[in-house]
């Protein structure tokens, strides 16, 4: 079974600085999925950015981008820039490739972040 | 793209109400859906996978017959909490992928806060 693991239950960072959420994964799968999800406090679930494993090349979406390390089963990501409309809880995802996979997403505890002005 | 609509937001009512919730898939076909649950300050946790045309996946621990799912369109999807109880209030997220695009992420609908009293 996959498992996804957020080390960091709260964070905080400056209106206009860098932060890093970290998320380390388990599995035995070989092609996968991982997503970080945004979580306002409205509570609606927004794709913030996704990564294929196959591909070596960090995804990258305007101030978020992930470090994407396959070996060491680690999946961080990096929000540059930080502004006040980030605030949300951040969640990491696993999803096995389809094929011979679950379609299932496994979800890690969070992360809060708080931006402060 | 991409939309997913969740119906009520929220509902109250008493102990021992049936309660339906839908989740619309508005722009595209979804031949799965996903349910989820969330306790306040805490993660996702998939309840069951809804699959059109065929029986619901249901994860362990969750009661077949407590949360009752209907997929009987490639767009709609509905989980009906029957008799339910105090301990039901919960926030119910549904999620759905476009049939056919393996590498698409899910979607999220918009959640529903559901208070039994």
């Known amino acids: 079974a996959q498992t996804v693991t957020q080390s960091q239950p709260e964070m905080s960072v400056q209106e206009a600085e860098t932060v890093t959420l970290s998320c380390t994964y388990d599995t035995s799968e070989s092609n996968y999925y991982l997503f970080w999800y945004k979580q306002p406090p409205s509570r609606q679930m927004i794709l913030v950015i996704r990564q294929e494993a196959y591909k070596q090349q960090n995804a990258t979406e305007n101030r978020f981008s992930v470090n994407f390390q396959k070996a060491a089963k680690s999946f961080s990501l990096k929000i540059s820039d930080s502004q006040l409309g980030d605030t949300a809880m951040y969640f990491c995802a696993f999803r096995a490739a389809f094929q011979g996979g679950s379609e299932k997403l496994v979800f890690g505890k969070g992360t809060k972040l708080t931006v402060n002005p | 793209g991409a939309v997913v609509s969740q119906h009520p937001s929220r509902v109250i009512c008493k102990s021992g109400t049936s309660v339906k919730i839908e989740c619309r898939s508005l722009d595209f076909q979804a031949t799965t859906m996903f349910w989820y649950r969330q306790f306040p300050k805490q993660s996702l946790m998939l309840m069951a996978t809804s699959n059109e045309g065929s029986k619901a996946t249901y994860e362990q621990g969750v009661e077949k017959d407590k949360f009752l799912i209907n997929h009987a369109s490639l767009t709609l999807s509905t989980l009906t909490v029957t008799s339910a109880h105090p301990e039901d209030s919960s926030f119910y997220i549904c999620?759905?992928?476009?049939?056919?695009?393996?590498?698409?992420?899910?979607?999220f609908g918009d959640g529903t806060r559901l208070s039994i009293l």
């Open positions: 999620s759905a992928r476009k049939t056919g695009l393996e590498n698409q992420p899910q979607h």
